[in-house]
């Protein structure tokens, strides 16, 4: 890689980035970075084009318009053996599992080490074994994909991603339709953190999921009808008074007010009921769950009571946050 491309600021740059077809208009004129150690979830309903900016920010797909730079790369320009180098240094999650079904779980998550690199099998089984512990996937290793359930394969698609050790990863949809709950948020949350703090990866989200990405992202986006209409820091982003379209955000922020409220309860602080602080009507807190926040539902609840609340979100205890929403079946994937 020229030196360029090796000393340039950022990870990702998106100018001006749209993507469309005869068909369909998936979005248009997107504008975005990716610092080395930060998190950036774009989060919104489904519909919005938001996997399809995912493939093109990886370089899996070339844009109709603008610039996409990948690790300083101009990926519309680039050649096929360029190409191939960069996304030796990316790892990319799918929405729907990649994994090789006549493979198991640790010979799928070792492929890429054995077509990439000069590793020994013994540092490979190593390399393997240590991702397998730090996913909680010891007890599947032997097993294959078709066999086990969608949280355990999807688990197996995020270790495969990272065991290259990659300089950025894009996850698309990382929660959707696994059955996951707390034992995900447990498990992935502080693996992107680690990533990112402590071995500088540059982390890409796109999801439903507004909680996980409120309690995991350095930046949050938010996609409507194929337009990135808000984009910043998640301070920035409970404080916003610019869209009616973030609404969802600034009603979660009166959730995690009601929450705290409730949490010193539970620890004694008060002799009041955990319900009395609560709005009418509202769930107590034994009703959230780590699985129910999607951006439809969060954001259907803002409409009907809107909220300008903002907090110091270092402040925030780590508890559930979920506020009330449908529990009904995940909408289609985009």
């Not at 998190?39 to 938001?50: R, Y």
């Not at 086990?148 to 990659?166: F, K």
């Not at 995900?184 to 507004?210: C, M, Q, T, Y």
């Not at 910043?232 to 922020?253: A, C, H, K, N, W």
Request: hydrophobic fraction near 35%; glycine fraction near 8%; include cysteine.
């Amino acid at each position: 890689m020229d030196a360029e491309a090796e000393n340039h600021p950022y990870l990702l740059e998106l100018d001006s980035v749209s993507y469309m077809t005869h068909e369909r208009r998936f979005f248009e004129s997107v504008t975005l970075r990716l610092e080395s150690g930060n998190i950036l979830c774009i989060v919104g309903p489904s519909g919005q084009g938001k996997s399809m900016l995912c493939s093109v920010a990886a370089g899996l797909v070339i844009p109709t318009s603008g610039t996409v730079k990948l690790l300083g790369r101009d990926t519309a320009s680039c050649s096929y053996a360029e190409t191939q180098r960069l996304r030796r240094r990316i790892g990319f999650v799918f929405q729907r599992s990649a994994l090789l079904a006549n493979m198991t779980i640790e010979e799928n998550i070792s492929l890429p080490l054995l077509y990439h690199t000069q590793l020994t099998q013994t540092e490979i089984g190593r390399k393997v074994s240590e991702m397998l512990e730090s996913m909680e996937l010891e007890e599947t290793a032997a097993e294959r994909p078709a066999g086990l359930p969608e949280m355990a394969v999807q688990r197996a698609n995020i270790a495969r991603a990272l065991i290259m050790e990659p300089e950025i990863i894009f996850l698309d949809e990382p929660l959707e339709d696994t059955g996951f709950g707390r034992r995900v948020h447990r498990i992935i949350k502080p693996l992107l953190k680690k990533l990112a703090r402590e071995k500088n990866v540059g982390v890409f989200i796109v999801s439903r999921d507004v909680h996980f990405a409120y309690r995991t992202a350095d930046r949050i986006g938010f996609m409507e009808d194929g337009v990135l209409v808000e984009e910043g820091t998640v301070e920035e982003m409970s404080l916003s008074r610019q869209s009616t379209r973030v609404g969802f955000l600034r009603e979660l922020t009166s959730h995690i007010s009601r929450m705290r409220m409730e949490e010193a309860m539970r620890k004694g602080s008060s002799g009041i009921s955990l319900d009395a602080g609560s709005p009418a009507g509202a769930p107590a807190a034994d009703e959230f769950e780590d699985d129910g926040g999607t951006a439809e539902n969060v954001r259907d609840d803002a409409r009907k009571e809107p909220k300008t609340t903002a907090f110091d979100v270092n402040e925030v205890p780590d508890i559930s946050i979920d506020p009330p929403g449908d529990d009904g079946p995940s909408p289609a994937e985009e």
